[in-house]
Each structure stands twice: as C-alpha cells, then as structure tokens.
C-alpha cells in the first residue's frame, strides 16, 4: 500500500540518513514526560513536528478545530443519552412494572413518604402491583458504564492497529443503531442490551477523544482543547436533559432514543466528511521537544517537506486505512497496558476518576426523585441539569485557558523546565468543590431544603467532575507520552468498570443509609484521595523516572552538504 506506516517510516530514515549527520555534543538525559517548553523566553512547539505534510500537527490550526467540534458534538450526544436515562428511572419503573408511567404527572411523592426525610423510590409503584426488580431498572443507567469500560481495552489497541478515524466511524454506528434498538425495545432486557451496544459506542469518546486530541495538539493546547470538548457536551445535556422527563410524562420516552438516534446519525456523517485519520508514531525524542530535525534560527518546526514524503490528500486526510495496519504495535499496546496498571499515577488518576464518576451518577439518578419529594410535577425534575449551565462555562475557563495559564506559570518558576505534575495544582478546587457539593447535595435531599439548595451541590459536583475529566486525562498523556493509549485505557476503562458496581446500588445505598449518609460517604473517599495531589506533585518525577526511564536530549540532526541546521 502506498502509504503503509513502515514505508513512510523507512522513506523518512533513508531521506535523513542521506541528508543528515548526528551532532552527540552535550547528550543529557531527561525523565520521560519531562520536556524544556521554552528556550530562550519563548515557548517551544512539543511534541516536536516532523517535515511530513501528512503529520497530523502539521493540519492548519482551522483543520484541528474542525475536528474538535465535530467529536465534541458526537461525545455530547453520547454523555447526554448516559445522563438523561439516569433521570428517567422513575419512569422505568412503573414502565417494566407494568403501571402506566403517565401516571408520574398526579403522583405525589412527598404525601406517599408521609413527610419522611427517607423516602422510598419504590413509593411510586401503586399499592398491590409487584415492582420491577429495582437493581435491573437502575442498570439502564449504569451498564453503558460498563461496556464503555471493557470497550476501551479492545477500541485503543484497534485504533493502533488500523487507524483512530475507522474505530471512531464504527463506534459511531454503535451508538445510534443501539439508540434505535433501545426506542424499539419490548422488553427490559432487550432495553438492557440495547443500552450495552450505545455504551459500546460511548467508548470512543472516553478512550479515543483524548488520544486524537495528543496526536493532533501540542501541549500547551491540549487543557483548552478537552475543556472545549467537555464544555461544549452541555448545550446538548442541557437540552436533553430538561425536555426528557416532559417528553417522558407528557409523550413517550421512546421518542428521546429516537431524537438522540437522528442526532447521532447527523454526528456520525460529519465525523465521515470532517475527522482526520491522526494516528501516529512518534520516537520518545519528537515527543520531548527535541530538534530532531534542525530549525534555522527563529524557526519553530521543521520545514514541510512533500518531495521526500508526499503532500497531504484528501485520501490521506479522511481516508480509511491509508497508513496500513500496524498489528505488532496494538499487540504491544496491549501488553504496556498490563504493564502501567499499577504505575502509582495511573492507580491514583483511576480511583480519583472513578470517585467522581461514581459520585456525578449518583447526584443524576437521584436528583428527579429528591425534587419529587419535594412535590414537583416529574415533568419538571428535567431541570435538575440547570446546573450544566454554569458548571461547563467554568469547567472551559477553569479546566482550559487558567489551567494552561497555571501550568505554564509554574514552568516558568521553574526556569522553562515543563513537569506533568504542574497540572495538579489545578485539581485543589475541583476535589474541594466535589465535597462540599457532597455535604451540600446529601443534607438538602435529606431534609427536604428548598430545591435550589440541592441544584447548588449539584452544580459543585458537576464541576469538579468535568474538570477532574479533563485535567486528569492531560496530565496521564503527558506523564506517559509514549504510552498515551495505554494510560488512558487504564484509566478510562477501570473507572467506568469501577463505577458501574457501585453505581448500580445506589438507589439501594440510599434506601438503607439515607441521602447525608450516602453522600458523606462520598465525601469521605474524596478527601482520602485528594493527599494524591501534593503527593504525586513532589514524587512524580521520580515515579516516572523509576517506571518509564530517561530519553536523551540534545541530540540534533545537522545538513551534511550545507553544513547548516535546517
């Protein structure tokens, strides 16, 4: 194939060593993950870019962003279809207990609970009817959580092996034929398993998101790049999110699988005209910031080079399977996600994740039942999600350009010398925010406090949640560049793993230790955790020195015929 990855990579070593020398004046090594962002008070474009036309960083700045807003609106419909089932469990229940869920729009849950502060979800099953078994109805939110998880250990390695952009396209088929399947559903099982296949699909966006964004963005992009993605997943949750429970009560909840469905189709097509194939492989040198290649003085990256590689084509930009199959490099893949399970980082980033996830999920499927005991008409409990509103403009200033800002400041403290640790200063808020949201959200929903007290704590739990996800999954590629996919499936897939047993007894949790005690809980293990913050911030560098190595720097390929850098 003309354009199989090893043919380019054997062009590439031929052209340079016709055309180049070493220059092995001044080795050093540095840790892996480590890199100098700025040489002579200017910043340094890492990873370095190669003279190919067809590399991905070398896509114009318009190209990338493109891009971005074409898998931010795929990951939105995705997490929008996770969260809004969530808050339609009430209406699950009676639907699979046989009971007409229109009758949530008389229903009066706060008289059902006789004034008790520990209401019963089973209380809206009518008296004498056999409620549906609620462990199974609750996993109508939870098991795209885990199929997400175990997809994300198949999804990365395929995406080495034949390329991000395919993966991305049938994982796109997956989620909205398993939206229709879900809206055609006879049977809660036949629900269930139409809930796996959209949870499937959902993989992309938490395995394969991040990975294009690392092939496509340097570094001091990529905290804006995710909190854009992340940000933006609210205008579609928000609107979703208040129109379920009404189109639910007033209409059929079938026709949201059918909305979302349609809506996926539209995301899938323009993933088809506008996503860029962007796998690939970079030596641990091009990905510390190191000149490989020369630059003439005031340059930033290497010329492009076509004759030596060939221009970008259209075929090479969206088409499929053009850089061949790399089959080796996903089994490898494989093994390295073995091998960083249990590198400190990775522990640490997947429990705290998983905590948040655990946490978001619990506050989503419980938010319409704690305005029901308030007396709301369910057609209403869709504004629970108000609070989406305020938290994703803050997660995009907070989790984007002040995070960049944060961490570049701390680099230039150090003297230009960019550590991964930097991004943890800016998990401080984010893990305060989650507690005090759960004691908030806990002893609102506890005591029956006026309605706007529970959308605060669910405002600060949806905050630190969306930003913990961003920030975490930056500082994960860049502690371990090399190994970004493998990081990432470790902590992608574990935590929504981790997440879906303890999310599918929630609603029990709640019926037996109440809201406060459930929430403290929460809060508890989100305190234990966030001692992982200063932690890996002072040890890091020497976790990733004893689990990943050094890589040389200093290293420069020099014109032999000119005798000058290019």
Known sequence: MEYERDIVDEKRSQAYESKFESDDEDKVEQAVGSTNLFENGEMKLIPMPTPDPKDPLNLSEKRKWIAIGVISFFGSLALAAEIIIGSLIPVFLLEYSGVDPHTLNTFNFAASSGGSINFNPLSVIPPGVTPAPIEQVSMLATIPLLTNGIASYFLVPLSIGIGRRPVMLLMGVCAWVGG????????????????????????????????????????????????????????????????????????????????????????????????????????????????????????????????????RTFKTTIGLFQYGFTFKDAGRSMLDTLRTTFFPAVVWATLGNSAFVIINQAAQQLGSFALLAQGWQFKYTGLIVLPFVLATVMVYFLGGPLSDKVSLTITKWHGGVREPEYHLPNLIIPFFSGVIGCFIFGYAAENNVHWAVIMAGSFFIIFAFLTVLTVINVYMVESYPMWAGPVLVNVSSMRLIIAFFFSSTITTWVIEKGFLGTFAVYAEALIVLSLGIPALYFTGKKIRIWTAGSVEKGTVLKKVDSGRSV
């Open 180 to 311: 229709l399947w879900a809206g055609l559903s006879s049977s809660l099982y036949s629900h269930l398993a139409a809930r796996a296949l959209m949870g499937l699909g959902a993989g992309a966006v938490e395995a394969l998101i991040p990975l294009i964004i690392q092939d496509m963005m340097f570094i001091h992009q990529r905290n804006k790049a995710m909190s854009t993605i992340v940000s933006s997943q609210g205008i579609i949750i928000i609107s979703l999110g208040i129109a379920a429970p009404y189109v639910a009560a007033v209409g059929d909840w079938r026709w949201l699988y059918f909305i979302t469905s349609g809506a996926g189709i539209v995301a899938w097509i323009l993933m088809i005209a506008f996503l860029p194939e962007t796998r690939w492989k970079r030596s641990k040198e091009e990905l510390s910031g190191q000149k490989i290649y020369g630059l003439e003085p005031g340059e930033k990256r290497p010329r492009l080079d076509p004759d030596t590689y060939g221009p």
